[in-house]
């Protein structure tokens, strides 16, 4: 069964330091890689994702992401947090069968100190 | 555009009632699915309708239900709740069915006492 892991339960970092969060998934076929956001009290709302060509790919609010294949990882990456990134991380993929439902990770909680 | 919306918003019910949750997509988007927030099992699949028909289900009970109108909009139903059924339900939109970017509302809080 397809399953996504996020190793970082919760993470904290002082403003402008770096990010990096950890999403890797267990599926042999091809996939669609999507990292979406949780701010507190909001909706889950997309921040970037992969469906095939460059294997680097920018989301908003200068979030990047890099879908490496042969370690079946597509981590989250921001070079300067702020205080505004404080929220839940979720990866998710969906598997190329023509079904569209997204399995997601547990989820990385980012706590940004100012 | 608006985006996706669901009502109500927050639900409080008991063991063994009923409840209807409501879905309107985007403005365009034709497919709907539906999953279920809890803190420990994170976000799970629940189903997916497409032209008003159910075309994927994830690994969940029969008293989970669901359905979608001519109009794209979807419902779901649980029947004879259980407490452990105490979740944020998530409606999410896209375009098409197949490998298209789901986007999701703000979800129904559903406790059950």
Redesign the interface.
């Known amino acids: 069964a397809q399953s996504v892991s996020q190793h970082n339960h919760h993470v904290i970092l002082s403003e402008a330091a770096s990010l990096e969060l950890g999403c890797n998934y267990s599926y042999g076929g091809t996939v669609n890689l999507f990292w979406y956001v949780q701010y507190p009290g909001q909706h889950l709302q997309l921040l970037l994702k992969y469906f095939s060509g460059d294997p680097l790919v920018k989301g908003i609010k200068g979030f990047e992401a890099e879908f490496i294949k042969s370690k079946f990882s597509f981590n989250l990456r921001k070079p300067s947090v702020q205080w505004s990134d404080t929220a839940e991380y979720f990866c998710a993929v969906t598997v190329r069968t023509g079904a569209n439902n997204l399995f997601f990770g547990t989820g990385t909680r980012l706590t940004v100190i100012p | 555009k608006a985006g996706v919306t669901q009502t109500p918003r927050y639900l409080i019910k008991t063991r063994g009632q009923q409840v209807t949750l409501s879905c309107s997509p985007i403005s365009g988007h034709r ?1 709907v ?1 539906w ?1 279920q927030q809890t803190p420990g099992q ?4 629940l189903f ?1 309708y497409f032209s008003e028909t159910q ?2 289900k ?1 690994n969940f009970p029969g008293r989970f239900s669901g359905r979608q109108f001519s109009n794209s909009r979807s419902e779901m139903n649980v029947s004879t709740l259980e407490l452990g059924d105490s979740a944020l339900y ?1 409606c ?1 939109s ?1 375009l098409v ?11 129904t809080r559903l406790t059950v006492l």
């Open positions: 497919s699915s999953y994170g976000l799970q699949f997916e075309r994927n994830g998530l999410a896209s069915a197949a490998e298209d970017t789901q986007y999701f509302g703000p979800g």
